[in-house]
C-alpha cells in the first residue's frame, strides 16, 4: 500500500512525537508498504529541504505565521490549513497515494480535508490534547494540581493568565478566536475515518471532552518503540559520566512540572549528582534554585539521540515530576527499555507505560516524588527489580512489532471498507 504520513516534525532533529512518527514509518516500511512523508516548515526552516534520514526523504512544504500571539495561531491553523490541504489533494491524486495517515495538529485537519475530497482512507493520531484544549495541555493554572474541566468560555478567561503574564487581560477579546478554532480542529477530526489515540487517557479525553467525536472510530494504539534498535544503540555508547546519578530527560517548561524537581530532589535528600538533559523557558529559574538549594545538578542541555540514550542507559534512577497529563511519555518508554528504575508523577497516560511497585514508582505529589526518589536512591534491589520488570513490559505491549501490527490492521479495515 502506498501510505501519505503527514508530520510536524520528523528526525533527526525533533522530539517524542517525532521519533514515534519514524518509528511507525520504518515498522509499515519493513512490512512491504511504501511510504511518502510530507511535512510543513516554519520559521527557520522555511525554504529548506527536510534533511535526509535512515532512507526517508520528507517533502516539505511552507508556511509563515508572525511571531504575534493569537495571530500567529491563525496563520499556522486556519490560513495555513487551506493552503496545505490544496497542495495535499494534488499530491495524493499525483502519486496514487491509498491512504494518509496524519501525525499532529498542523497535519490533522487539511489531512482529512484532502483525503475526504479524494476518497482515500484517512486516519489520525492524536498524541497530545489539541482536539479538547486550545493550549493542548489541559492546565489551567501551572501552581494547582487539578486539571482544566472543559474549555468553556469562563475558564478561557482564566488560561490565558498564565500564557499572558502581566499583559494577559489584552488576550480576553481572543477568547472568541480561540472557542471557534477549537471546534474548527474537532470538527476535521470527526471526519476522520479513524482517529489512533496513543493512551487510555487520550482515548478517554477524546470521548469525554469532544462530543463531535461520537461517532468517530477511536482505537487506542500506542507509539511504536523499536526495542531492540534502542539497546543496541544504547549498549554502544559510552558511558557519560562516572559514578552513580539520577537523572531527568525532557524540556524545562511548565508542563513538565520542573518545578517539582527540585523540591523531590531536596526531600529525598539525594546525595547523587541529578543531571537535566533538556531546555526550556524555566531552566534559568530551575539552575537559580539548584545553586540555592546546594544539590549537584549538572545541566547539558539539549543533546542528540545518541547521547540522551548513552545518559539513560547508565542512569541509576530516572526522575519524571510531569505536571500536565502526559499522553504517553517515550522518554518513559525508552527508560523502561533500558531498564532504568523510574520514580513518575502519575498523570495522564503515565501509568500505561509504568505500573506502580511492579515497573516503577508512581505518586500524585511533589513530596510524594521526593518520597519516592529515596526508595530508590536507597534500595538498590528494588532498582533493580523494577527495572527487569520494565523491560518485560515494554517488550510485550510497546514494542514497534506490536503496535505497527495493529496500525497495519486498522488500515487494511479502512481500504477494504471503502472498497
Known amino acids: 500500500m502506498r501510505v501519505l504520513i503527514t508530520t510536524d516534525a520528523f528526525p533527526p532533529v525533533c522530539g517524542g512525537s517525532g521519533w514515534s512518527t519514524f518509528e511507525l514509518a520504518k515498522g509499515l516500511r519493513a512490512r512491504g508498504h511504501e ?8 520559521g527557520a526552516q522555511t525554504g529548506a529541504e527536510p534533511p535526509e534520514y535512515d532512507g526517508f526523504r520528507p517533502i516539505g512544504f511552507n508556511g509563515w505565521a508572525p511571531p504575534v500571539p493569537f495571530v500567529r495561531n491563525y496563520f499556522k491553523n486556519e490560513r495555513f490549513y487551506r493552503r496545505f490541504s490544496d497542495f495535499l489533494t494534488d499530491f495524493i491524486r ?9 501525525q499532529h495538529v498542523l497535519t490533522s485537519p487539511p489531512s482529512i480535508t484532502a483525503a475526504r475530497s479524494v476518497g482515500v482512507p484517512v486516519v489520525c493520531t492524536v498524541r497530545d490534547y489539541w482536539p479538547v484544549c486550545y493550549w493542548s495541555d489541559l492546565i489551567l493554572d501551572p501552581q494547582a494540581q487539578g486539571l482544566c474541566p472543559g474549555c468553556t468560555a469562563g475558564r478561557m478567561t482564566q488560561c490565558i493568565r498564565p500564557h499572558g503574564g502581566a499583559l ?15 471546534s474548527l480542529k ?25 462530543p463531535e467525536l461520537a461517532s468517530t472510530r477511536i482505537e487506542m494504539i500506542h507509539n511504536p518503540v523499536d526495542v531492540a534498535g534502542i539497546r543496541d544503540q544504547a549498549e554502544s555508547a559510552a558511558r557519560p559520566m562516572s559514578g552513580s546519578y539520577a537523572l531527568y530527560v525532557g524540556k524545562l517548561e511548565p508542563n513538565k512540572g520542573v518545578s517539582k ?9 539525594l546525595d547523587w549528582p541529578l543531571v537535566v538533559v533538556g531546555d526550556g523557558s524555566e531552566r534559568a529559574e530551575l539552575e537559580e534554585a539548584a545553586r540555592r538549594s546546594g544539590r549537584d545538578v549538572r545541566f547539558v542541555g539539549w543533546r542528540p539521540r545518541e547521547e540522551v540514550l548513552a545518559w539513560l542507559r547508565h542512569a541509576d534512577l530516572l526522575v519524571f515530576p510531569s505536571h500536565g497529563p502526559e499522553s504517553l511519555s517515550r522518554v518513559l518508554l525508552e527508560a523502561s527499555t533500558l531498564g532504568v528504575a523510574i520514580a513518575a508523577m502519575e498523570t495522564g497516560g503515565t501509568s500505561d507505560s509504568v505500573v506502580h511497585e511492579q515497573t516503577g514508582l508512581l505518586s500524585h505529589s511533589a513530596d510524594g516524588l521526593g518520597d519516592d526518589v529515596a526508595r530508590l536512591r536507597h534500595d538498590s534491589l528494588l532498582r533493580a527489580r523494577l527495572g527487569q520488570a520494565a523491560r518485560r513490559r515494554v517488550e510485550s505491549r510497546f514494542d514497534a512489532a506490536v503496535a505497527v501490527g495493529q496500525v497495519e490492521q486498522l488500515y487494511r479495515a479502512l481500504t477494504e471498507g471503502k472498497r
Open 186 to 210: 474537532r470538527a476535521s477530526l470527526a471526519a476522520a475515518d479513524a482517529v489512533i489515540a496513543v493512551s487510555s487517557a487520550i482515548a478517554a479525553d477524546l470521548r469525554r471532552r469532544a
Open 94 to 102: 499525483r502519486h496514487g497515494v491509498g491512504l494518509v495517515h496524519a
Open 261 to 269: 524537581l527540585l523540591a523531590a530532589v531536596e526531600r529525598a535528600r
Open 35 to 42: 511510504l511518502l512523508i510530507v511535512r510543513p516548515l516554519f
Open 168 to 182: 494577559w487581560p489584552l488576550g480576553l477579546p481572543a477568547i472568541p478566536y480561540m472557542r471557534a478554532n477549537l
